[in-house]
């Protein structure tokens, strides 16, 4: 187990981790003031490619939360990294948001929201815009045979009245429609991880992944040989970590429970 006195970066998750929906958790201010006041660093990172940074810069300065975009890493950003290292697509169909397909075409991504010639890849994320339309032609692009590549496998988004699908389910309806999976490039894959240390110069050592589901936030600490926290305050239980593989390397209530440990530098969470 590593040392929680160390930890210097620290990789937030968000919806369920430091806010839920519209309200910040209390202790969220006072544990990023306290990173910032001890020399250390935060990113936030997210699975949700329903949203640029500059939309969450927007949301979190309506919390109260002062941040730039060089604080946030998304799946769009792993995304656009994959596909820029990858072979050249000619054309890319993306099916998520308004933002997402932006966001991509900034990046110098060739992409297209309908069908035509000419696409070789079909990218899915996280559509607070979904229509029939888009999964008609996402069954009909999977049954020709393109590539399938998705953000994240979340199965929900947490909302103040409970959840609503996210990719994950998504794509198990395309699943059960073409036979067809995608490859991920969100958590709980590592790239999010490995692009966070890249970009910080921070070891694996000295950083803690912290969020509310084992099956994404934590796994991807896990994967990329990165200590994990797990916080009850969101989507993941007592009993789900009962039940999973996945082990985190501590547990903590909330955000705050996290910030009296590290102020203490001892664990005051339940160990693995």
């Not at 519209?22 to 202790?27: E, K, S, T, Y």
């Not at 590539?147 to 609503?164: E, L, Q, R």
Request: net charge negative.
């Amino acid at each position: 187990m590593g040392d929680i006195g160390r930890k210097r970066l620290f990789l937030l998750d968000m919806d369920g981790t430091i806010y839920l929906d519209n309200d910040l958790f209390p202790g969220t201010k006072p544990f990023l003031d306290w990173v910032r006041e001890t020399g250390g660093r935060y990113l936030f990172l997210t699975n949700n490619s329903s949203r640029s940074a500059a939309a969450y810069v927007e949301k979190l300065g309506r919390l109260g939360i002062g941040a730039e975009k060089e604080d946030f890493l998304t799946s769009v950003d792993a995304l656009i990294a994959d596909l820029q290292a990858g072979v050249p697509r000619r054309l890319c169909y993306v099916f998520g948001t308004e933002s997402f397909r932006s966001q991509l075409s900034e990046a110098g991504i060739p992409v297209t929201d309908h069908l035509e010639e000419g696409i070789d890849c079909l990218l899915i994320g996280f559509d607070t815009e979904l229509t029939f339309q888009k999964l008609e032609d996402a069954c009909i692009l999977l049954n020709r045979g393109v590539d399938f590549i998705a953000t994240n496998p979340d199965w929900v988004c947490p909302t103040w009245y409970g959840s609503v699908p996210d990719c994950g389910s998504v794509c198990e309806m395309l699943f059960r429609a073409t036979g067809r999976r995608p490859r991920v490039i969100g958590k709980p894959q590592r790239a999010m991880v490995d692009l966070a240390l890249r970009c910080t110069g921070i070891p694996a050592e000295e950083a803690l992944v912290v969020g509310d589901r084992l099956y994404t936030d934590i796994a991807c600490g896990v994967n990329a040989g990165v200590d994990t926290a797990f916080v009850l305050s969101g989507e993941g239980t007592l009993a789900d970590l009962a039940a999973s593989d996945v082990k985190p390397t501590w547990v903590f209530d909330d955000i705050a429970a996290l910030h009296r440990a590290l102020r203490e530098g001892e664990d005051h969470g339940q160990h693995r």
